[in-house]
């Protein structure tokens, strides 16, 4: 692991990607023995934002009550006429999606963020769901809590499927499974013009599209920032257009719920809790600019080439910029996960899906080709 570096640039890059090519390094505080390929579950936070971080903490810890009740919010004593730091995180974060502050919270993760919106729908018995066979487990275990009608569609069927039961459709905007990135604009486009909700699970996306979320077309969405946008674990956002807001409750009910309240208040205060990652959020926006992403890209498709090489494919569809899902021959997935790691020191997920087997290795800007090296030889070895 080391800065990336060394790889030609591919052409054809989106221009959001290829107008970043410029490189500074930046510290990580990763184990140097392991070859981590599994940011997409669990991102790295860079030195920079993680010394931020843990300012920050220190800050409230010397003086905890100014911290939480004055300079956080304008909700329980007077900031002198200052939103709060609060405020101040959630509109640098609505500024890199591309939305209205006023239309973003802040929110532990994007699971969170979709358990208000899921759970406030008030499915009734006939209600459909319409949603993908790629979404994440979690997620799904969310929807059968509140014992919706899921019926899975191929994504590009889907909008087709709209029919007079539909009460919402559900889609990742990146999967999870197998790392593909879906068409949401025109699902959410389809969605709209039938007169349905439209739900996003953008859980991967900050940080590895470019989102404009006024643009993109969607009722609601919500993603983690703890990913691909490298903040501290702990960082997420719910996303909606403002005619969503009254009826999406918090998954706490706490001081910001009373009759006046906006949409930050209802949802910003779920009893005491450390706010630090959140404030930590514009900090990582700044260093996730100083970023090679395009070195990152060409990595993956570098490694997506000598994994096919080997005989193992992608899983076919527009791939995600900086994660790959790989298609291996059958087998158990849990002890090769398991292998990789103790025998080689490669973190990389192996799961089983619909009786396949599939690797996802992830590209962080950490990543170098001694890592991918690991990963293929590691495979040659135990395939
Ligand atoms: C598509 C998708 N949605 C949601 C999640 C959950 O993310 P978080 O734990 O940050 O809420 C994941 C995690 O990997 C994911 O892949």
Redesign the pocket.
Known sequence: MAGSGGHTPLPALEPWLADRCESTPVEWLLDPDVAYLNH??FGACPVPVFEEYQRLQRELEREPTNFLARRLTEWFWDTGGRPGLLADAQAALAAFVGARAADLVLA???????NAVIRSLRLGPKDEVLTTAH??G??LRTWEFVRANLVLCEPDALVDRIGPSTRAVFV?????PTALVLPVEEICAGAREAGVLSIV????APGQVELDLDELGADVY?G?C??WLCAPKGT?FLWTRPEHQSWIEPVVISWGYHGEADFAERHGWLGTRDPAAYLAVPKAIEVHATFDLDACRALADDAERRLAGLGLPRIPGVPAPFMRAIELPPGDAAELWRRLYDEFRVEVPVSERDGRRILRFSIGPYNDEDDVDRLVTALRQLL
Do not use: V
Request: glycine share 18%; proline share 4%.
């Open positions: 997409g579950s532990p993760n994007a699971t969170s963020g979709l979404e994440y979690g997620l990742s905007h990146i999967t999870s699970d953008g859980a991967h919500a983690s703890h990913k997420g």
